[in-house]
């Protein structure tokens, strides 16, 4: 299943000269950093999702608004699509860019321009490292909560395009809970705020819309996050369960007990083996399931929910749970969590992280299914999750080197995505859509869903020019790859035309 | 309180479709508890009272799927009988308010600038569209980043983007512990303190100056309260005062000026604003009884980084937007609404 860009079924592209626009930008924008040749263009032709390539026809590195501002009005005139990239971390090809298109790379957009800690914001400009951010407000004893793993690469720019979540984002929220303000430059060059320094701001909520958006709807120029104060104290529980059901069951106890914990995470047998191999974290590697579950505030209140966890994870059935002594312990603890990708990497040529969402009661019947599958398709599934929210990111391993393994995988990925969807769940809970999980958006919305997202798109970007062909796939692609479901033997789309 | 459930979405549904057919504009509305808010509506009455009862609530997930002629108030007791709650503490304004009303005027109570907003708290929604379809975004899960987020678009929009049938809303446990202060400090003296308090770890859930003391709430666990409340050193009074603000029940709202509701960055010192002024969620918002003229109150609070909406009869009463703004706001609303039926001109003339 190729999700390379198909003009067939995504829709024609404009036709760029790629010589003519190359001498205008440089009479126009004369300090405009701009590659072309095909060795530098090579670095650029991926994101996280390795897999799939395709060399851009330009690149630029822009360092002020006024150049975004005049490239956008120059390739709006033109008719020259544009792909917004942060720092390329996205592990759904949301930043794959286009053989007829200009990748603009905002990663020198890299100053943070004000910490105000009686305010408790930050504004930064897009290309700003997510950890950099909680590092400058540091001082302060402030910091920004969302922390998706890949927080010392991902751009803020990124992550509001991705409404980037982590660890934390069960009490703290997502991206779009922590920002108050971002400056936008539509396709057309046009600049607009979107939210204030006020906690509100009239007419529609144009932030909400535009945070996980996916680059589609403006490119996000400067953007002013919210800080929090940190917390006294974070103390972490080690619970280690002979049944990955228990253990699911567990993460719902914790919270009809009324605690909210900062950080709920739960990992499977092999991804246990895979962190204690490479980390020696002091993982229990005979339990069938783990969970660690971080508590975090005031000194007395977590002393208190931490004896709550305690006993509700005992009731639950776990064999041992486990306090962290130390900090050491407890940043040991964490570090198997947040190095179980790399972990895995170790104990397969390849993998292929998946990012599904469901509600938590569904657990145990998801997990079973993912061991069902895993068994059809002759393929190893490792979990690692977000237990908190629900959002689970099974580990297809693989060996792209063996003939069909690659296809297999992304036929495995497909399915738990459509099993996600089946139980009330998600396709995607942070990674986004962009043109990874463009063919089971089919499967998670219908046609008149699918035309309205498209309606969206339109009214900020009429013609289609920035990021096409990710995040909303079109009819067509839904009636030819599309994971539709045939009802009552009607095909959907009767009205559109078979390939 | 009686607890009734029925599904009217297909009746809804065909009252759209007959109003698209007509191009005749709906006046959408739940409890009306809201209604003078915006600009005055014409159009045929779409009443969502009907279509009302709590879909599936299990409070282990955290999460309740709602019809939104449901009462406010009937999902509250719903939600306290599990212990859970509302977080973003919605106003009532009467006691018709509706959760359709609620999420549409996008209101929040005391809570707010440290629990979120309706906005940050609304998963999902089922929703008619101008094109006289019945749509779901979003979903009953924490992190769902598929699509374009369409139901936090909702929040807010005062029916003027579809009319919303049903909504699924993250919910909370209710702290264990809330105690009540109230200390002597004049405004500026109690928005330094508030600055201060901001950047420590502190259980504060509510802080309000009503001309002479500073209420504060303090919500957690027994022990944070309990060792908050002795640094703090103040006098305890009851919790009514919260619920009296977030209802306007309080004797500064009985002022017959004008009400306006101001919103500005939490470090705003003290607005010089002709009438007389209330200051909540810290600092954030700051509630105006005025006479001033629109215009002078808006170029006070704009220059501060904040808007001003006005809450009676008027024919601005939302901050007007810029104009490339506005533009992008009348191209949204055309593909939403394209034959302009859903709430016209009920936050802007334009809309
Ligand atoms: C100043 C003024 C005076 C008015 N006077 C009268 C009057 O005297 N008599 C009269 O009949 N009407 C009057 N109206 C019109 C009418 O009361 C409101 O416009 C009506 O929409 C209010 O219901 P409500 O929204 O307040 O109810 P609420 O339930 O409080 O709703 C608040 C907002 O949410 C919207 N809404 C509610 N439910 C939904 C939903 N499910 N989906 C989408 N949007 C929803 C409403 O349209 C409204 O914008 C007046 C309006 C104004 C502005
Ligand atoms: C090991 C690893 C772990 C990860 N863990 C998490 C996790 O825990 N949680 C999580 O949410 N994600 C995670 N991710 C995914 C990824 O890091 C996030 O999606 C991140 O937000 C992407 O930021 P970026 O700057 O790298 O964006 P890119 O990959 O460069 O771009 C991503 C999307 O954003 C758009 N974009 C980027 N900058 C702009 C801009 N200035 N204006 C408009 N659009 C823009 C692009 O067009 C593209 O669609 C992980 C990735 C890796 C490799």
Redesign the pocket.
């Given at each position: 299943m190729n999700i390379l860009y198909d003009e067939r079924v995504d829709g024609a592209l404009p036709k760029v000269d790629k010589t003519a626009l190359l001498a205008e930008l440089r009479e126009r924008l004369p300090d405009l950093d701009i590659l072309h040749q095909e060795e530098d263009l090579k670095p650029y032709e991926c994101d996280g999702l390795s897999a799939y390539r395709t060399t851009p026809m330009l690149v630029v590195l822009p360092e002020r608004v006024e150049q975004v501002e005049q490239l956008l009005k120059l390739c709006h005139e033109h008719q020259v699509p544009v792909v917004a990239r942060g720092a390329g971390t996205g592990l759904s090809g949301g930043a794959l860019p286009l053989e007829q298109g200009i990748l603009l790379v905002m990663a020198r957009f890299n100053r943070i321009l004000e910490v105000n800690p009686s305010g408790r914001f930050a504004r930064v400009q897009p290309g700003v490292r997510n950890l950099a951010i909680s590092q400058a407000a540091a001082p302060f004893d402030l910091y920004y909560a969302p922390d998706p793993s890949s927080q010392i690469a991902c751009s803020i720019g990124g992550n509001v395009a991705e409404n980037a979540g982590g660890v934390h984002c069960l009490k703290y929220g997502l991206t779009v809970h922590n920002l108050l303000k971002v400056d936008i430059l539509t396709v057309e060059g046009e600049r607009l705020t979107l939210g204030s320094d006020a906690l509100d701001s009239p007419g529609f909520d144009l932030l909400a819309l535009f945070t996980g958006s996916e680059g589609m709807l403006g490119v996000i120029t400067e953007v002013t996050v919210k800080l929090l104060p940190k917390p006294q104290v974070a103390k972490v529980l080690l619970a280690a369960f002979d049944s990955v059901e228990k253990a699911g069951r567990a993460v719902g106890d914790i919270i009809a007990a009324g605690i909210i914990p900062g950080g709920l995470e739960m990992m499977d047998n092999l991804a246990i083996r895979a962190a204690e191999d490479f980390i020696h974290a002091g993982y229990p590697v005979d339990a069938e399931a783990i969970l660690l579950c971080e508590l975090d505030g005031v000194e007395a209140d977590v002393h208190d929910d931490c004896e709550r966890v305690r006993q509700v994870l005992e009731t639950a059935g776990a064999t041992e749970v486990r306090l962290a002594r130390d900090e050491a312990e407890r940043v040991r603890f964490w570090a198997g969590r947040k190095n179980a990708f790399p972990a895995v990497g170790r104990i397969s040529p390849d993998y292929y992280c998946m990012d599904g969402t469901i509600p938590r009661r569904e657990l145990p019947g998801v997990l079973r299914g993912i061991t069902e599958l895993s068994a059809e398709y002759g393929l190893r599934v490792a979990n690692v999750f977000h237990a908190g929210d629900g959002n689970m990111h099974p580990l297809i391993l693989f060996d792209a080197n063996q003939p069909g393994e690659l296809e297999r995988a992304e036929a495995l990925g497909g399915k738990i995505l459509e099993l996600c969807v089946a139980v009330g769940g998600s396709i995607t809970g942070e990674h986004g859509v962009g043109r990874e999980k463009i063919n089971q958006m089919c499967a998670q919305f219908n046609a008149d869903e699918l035309t309205l997202f498209h309606g969206v798109k339109a009214a900020f970007d009429a013609t289609g020019l920035l990021n096409p062909g990710k995040n909303i796939p079109t009819l067509h692609r839904c009636a030819e790859f599309g994971a539709m479901h045939v009802h009552h033997g009607q095909m959907p789309f009767p009205e559109l035309e078979r390939f | 309180m009686s607890q009734t459930s029925f599904d009217a979405s297909a009746r809804l549904l065909e009252q759209v479709n007959d109003a698209i057919a007509q191009r005749k504009p709906l006046?959408?509305?739940?409890?009306?508890?809201?209604?003078?808010?915006?600009?005055?509506?014409t159009g045929e009455?779409l009443d969502?009272r009907e279509?009302r009862g709590i879909v599936t609530y299990d409070p282990t997930e955290l999460v309740v799927t709602v019809r939104?002629?449901t009462p406010l108030a009937e999902l509250e007791q719903t939600l306290d009988e599990q212990g859970q709650l509302l977080a973003c503490e919605p106003p009532h304004?009467?006691t018709?308010?509706?959760?359709?009303?609620?999420?549409?005027?996008g209101l929040s109570g005391p809570r707010r600038p440290w629990a979120g907003s309706v906005r940050d708290f609304v998963l999902g929604t089922r929703?008619?569209t101008g094109q006289g379809k019945h749509l779901r975004f979003g979903g009953e899960v924490m992190k769902n980043v598929a699509g374009y987020d369409l139901s936090r678009l909702?929040a807010g929009?005062?029916?003027?983007?579809?009319?919303?049938?049903e909504v699924s809303l993250k919910v909370l446990p209710k702290p264990r512990a809330v105690a009540n202060l109230r200390l002597e400090l004049d405004l500026s003296q109690a928005l330094q303190k508030l600055a201060q308090w901001g950047q420590q770890p502190l259980p504060i859930s509510a802080a309000c100056h009503d001309g002479e003391y500073l209420h504060l709430r303090l919500e957690g666990g027994e022990g944070s309260v309990a060792a908050a409340r002795d640094r703090l050193g103040c006098e305890t009074i009851g919790l009514d005062f919260w619920e009296d603000l977030r209802e306007q029940r309080l004797s500064f709202f009985s002022d017959k000026r004008p009400l306006w509701r101001v919103s500005l960055p939490n470090n705003t010192p003290p607005l010089l604003l002709p009438g007389a002024q209330l200051v909540d969620w810290g600092g954030a918002q700051r509630w105006l009884k005025s006479e001033a003229p629109a215009e002078d109150i808006r170029s006070v609070v704009s220059h501060a980084g904040g808007h001003a909406t006005c809450y009676?009869?008027c024919d601005s009463?939302f901050q007007p937007l810029p104009a490339a703004l506005m533009r992008y706001h009348r191209q949204l609303k055309a593909q939403l609404d394209p034959h302009g039926i859903?709430?016209p001109g009920?936050m802007y003339a334009e809309i």
């Open positions: - | 006046r959408i509305q739940g409890g009306g508890s809201k209604s003078h808010l915006g600009r005055v509506l009455l969502t279509h939104t002629g304004l009467g018709d308010a509706t959760v359709g009303g609620m999420v549409a005027a929703v008619i909702m929009s005062f029916g003027c983007l579809g009319v919303v049938t009676e009869t009463p859903f709430n009920r």
